[in-house]
């Protein structure tokens, strides 16, 4: 009965900022890795940022050098801060979780409704 709860979506103008926070909740396991992803319309949900235990970070390619992904381990929280948004960012915004037995959401379960971000030009 774990929970995922993204915030921190909204409307900005491209070049603007945003972070998005993602607290987990519930029978949690150790937390191993974090990650981000985004889903656009029309289009697969992509993988965005990942960290793992000892704060190793990996970026797609579209967003290196904008966004950074940190965490607080203690509250189970983790964040993503946006930067120089670009409308090309516009998605639906989902995290998850690593624990013991793997990957908590996956391929063939629900995402949950995510944290919408809206970039304008």
């Known amino acids: 009965q774990v929970q995922l709860v993204e915030s921190g979506g909204g409307v900005v103008q491209a070049g603007g900022s945003l972070r998005l926070s993602c607290a987990a909740s519930g029978n949690i396991f150790t937390i191993t890795a974090m990650a981000w992803y985004r889903q656009a319309p029309g289009k697969q949900r992509e993988l965005v940022a990942t960290i793992v235990s000892n704060g190793i970070t990996n970026y797609a390619d579209s967003v290196k050098g904008r966004f950074r992904i940190s965490r607080e381990k203690v509250k189970n929280t983790m964040y993503l801060h946006m930067d120089s948004l670009k409308p090309e960012d516009t998605a639906v915004y989902y995290c998850?979780?690593?624990?013991?037995?793997?990957?908590?959401?996956?391929?063939?379960?629900?995402w949950g409704q995510g944290t919408q971000v809206t970039v304008s030009s």
């Open positions: 998850n979780i690593k624990v013991p037995y793997g990957w908590y959401r996956t391929n063939s379960s629900s």
